[in-house]
């Protein structure tokens, strides 16, 4: 836990609000344990009065929770003050983003007009508003960014059933400003610590509040997400004739997105645990994530020197003898790869599944590649 607060006027909370899961079909919940614990260690330590930031993603109404606990435990003449400050930044941008936000959101219990007003002149794009909208901006706006996703990979699984071509949908769809083109990347799902998460919590908060049919339309958007990666592992086992069993597949990143070395609820994982349960020997690269934290996201222990079965291997750019690569981050240096000597080292027919459509699917062909990608029908060789 935290030291003394002595000499801070604010206290920013930036406790992880992990989800516990519930039965079937309902949504989870954030376990607050964090957020609680991080309250009575403010009240405990506080002499003089602080405003309290909530900067973890909450469930609407968390900082009454923090309220009840600080306001029942307040020394005598010392009153706190809770404030909710959304964190919006990106993983891979995070600098960026916080120097340059879309907006700042404070929500506050109430709206001074003169600290409004001071602190307009020290930030740009501040946005204020009471708590409880604050809580909901956060988690709304996770959830439409999700949904965003969801709703291009469900375009995308159209686009190849019908010939059309995702990345042109995109294009077309995004060029209505209302729409806008940013956010719109089929992909084989989305991952991070963040989206399901928050959707799921988005869900528990609907279904506590007797709002079923809200609760149902949003828990699709993860439905739909887990649909993404799991016809994505399916379409690698239909596509190397029906088995991966005993079969080399080279996968090319395993964090959730590029510029980071973050895996958590990264669809790599979801993809590769397909494959391993079917029988796939797999070599997983990515130039950012430890060989140890892949193997424990795929509860693959360190291979036994004496044995040659190793299920898994790590960290290694090789394609030699694979029958498929497959890209699950587009990290840009995978773009600047010699396909023609990873095709020659390959077994034939040597098969790419572009996850992330980042790659030259012309090029591949014109090596020889069958080439695979979300929301496209390429040519490739009559297979
Ligand atoms: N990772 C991201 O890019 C973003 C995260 N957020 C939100 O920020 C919050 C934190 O997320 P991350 O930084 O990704 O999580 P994290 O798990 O990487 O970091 C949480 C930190 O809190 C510490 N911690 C946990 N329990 C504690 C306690 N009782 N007392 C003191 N410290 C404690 C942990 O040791 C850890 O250092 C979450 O609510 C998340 O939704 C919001 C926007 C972006
Ligand atoms: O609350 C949070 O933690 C943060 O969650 C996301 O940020 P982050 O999860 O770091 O990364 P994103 O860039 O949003 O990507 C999330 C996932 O969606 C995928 N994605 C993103 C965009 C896209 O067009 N297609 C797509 O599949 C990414 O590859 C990644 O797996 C939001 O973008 C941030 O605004 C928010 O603050």
């Known amino acids: 836990m935290i030291g003394p607060l002595e000499g801070a006027d604010l206290v920013f909370i930036c406790v992880n609000t992990p989800t516990k899961a519930y039965g079937l079909g309902q949504g989870k919940a954030a376990d607050l344990t964090t957020l609680e614990a991080a309250a009575r260690h403010i009240v405990r330590t506080a002499s003089q009065p602080k405003i309290v930031v909530e900067k973890s993603t909450v469930p609407v109404r968390a900082a009454e929770s923090i309220c009840t606990i600080l306001r029942a435990n307040e020394r005598p003449g010392v009153r706190h003050t809770v404030l909710s400050n959304p964190e919006f930044l990106a993983e891979g941008s995070a600098v960026q983003d916080l120097l340059r936000p879309d907006r700042v959101l404070i929500g506050g219990e109430r709206t001074d007009e003169r600290s409004r007003s001071g602190a307009e002149a020290c930030l740009e794009r501040l946005v204020t508003m009471n708590l409880w909208s604050s809580e909901l901006s956060k988690l709304v706006a996770n959830a439409m960014l999700a949904q965003r ?15 059309a ?23 084989l799902g989305f991952g991070g610590s963040c989206f399901q998460k928050d959707v799921l919590n988005l869900v528990y908060l609907c279904e506590c509040l007797n709002l079923p049919e809200v609760a149902r339309y949003w828990e699709s958007v993860v439905t739909l997400n887990q649909y993404q990666k799991y016809r994505f592992a399916d379409k690698i086992i239909v596509d190397l004739f029906n088995t991966v069993k005993g079969k080399r597949i080279a996968v090319l990143g395993f964090a959730f997105k590029k510029d980071t070395g973050d895996t958590r609820e990264s669809p790599a994982i979801d993809v590769c645990r397909r494959l391993i349960d079917e029988g796939a020997l797999l070599r997983v690269y990515d130039p950012k994530v430890a060989s140890s934290q892949i193997r424990l996201d795929l509860n693959q222990p360190e291979p ?37 000597r990873i095709f020659a080292s390959m077994a034939k027919p040597a098969f790419v599944f572009d996850g992330r459509n980042v790659l030259d699917h012309e090029a591949l062909l014109r090596i020889g590649f069958r080439v695979r990608a979300v929301g496209k029908r390429l040519d490739c060789g009559g297979v």
Do not use: K
């Open 149 to 163: 996703i969801s709703s291009i990979n469900a375009a995308s699984a159209i686009c190849e059933a019908t010939g």
């Open 304 to 340: 036994d020197e004496a044995s040659d079965a190793a299920v898994l291997t790590v960290r290694l750019l090789s394609c030699e003898g694979a029958h498929a690569v497959v890209i699950c981050t587009e990290w840009s240096e995978f773009s600047q790869l010699d396909f023609g």
């Open 165 to 187: 071509d995702v990345s042109e949908v995109a294009l077309a769809v995004g060029a209505d400003s209302r729409i806008g083109p940013r956010f719109l990347c089929a992909s």
